[in-house]
């Protein structure tokens, strides 16, 4: 049977997440606001759409006063494991660790990839090199005292400096 933490990181990964982040009402502490907004950070699963997830929030909220307001609306997207740059970061990991291999999978957070695929039609992963133990990572990421150990830094910089050589040798 799996703790509540990985059951919580595998719905991430099966199902959209909606996470409140930001909350505006009032300005003043002695004014009763008339309306109030709630800013909520929603993940969606590549091939998904926003109507899709909207039928999700309303089937849950219910009934009510209230809109909602998509202010960027795309779905999660994705890099065919068939390409130059995955045979590449392949040859990389396991030179570094020959008991390692690499495994597409999907991320419940958010990488910049998607920005790089539309932008340029490109290939593009959310790769980082860590030994760090996935437990603790999880609790880093944008926490209040996000880090990453100088061992990881260190192996992320050769990662990248051989993949921006390896790659501009094969153009």
Known sequence: MESPEERKRLEALVGPTYAPTMIEASKKRN??????????DSRILPGSTPAES??????VLGDGDYELDWIEASGGTRSPVESPLWDVLDTWVRK???EAGLAPMCL????????MREAFGSVAYGFMPT??????????????????PLDDLDLAVRCFLHLARAMGEAA
Do not use: Y
């Open 96 to 98: 570094n660790d020959p």
């Open 108 to 115: 419940s957070g958010f990488t910049d990839s998607h920005w």
């Open 54 to 59: 909207e039928k999700i929030v309303r089937s």
């Open 131 to 148: 030994t760090m133990d996935p437990q603790l990572a999880g609790t880093l990421v944008h926490s209040a005292d996000e880090r990453i």
């Open 31 to 40: 004014v009763i606001p008339s309306h109030c907004e709630i800013t909520v």
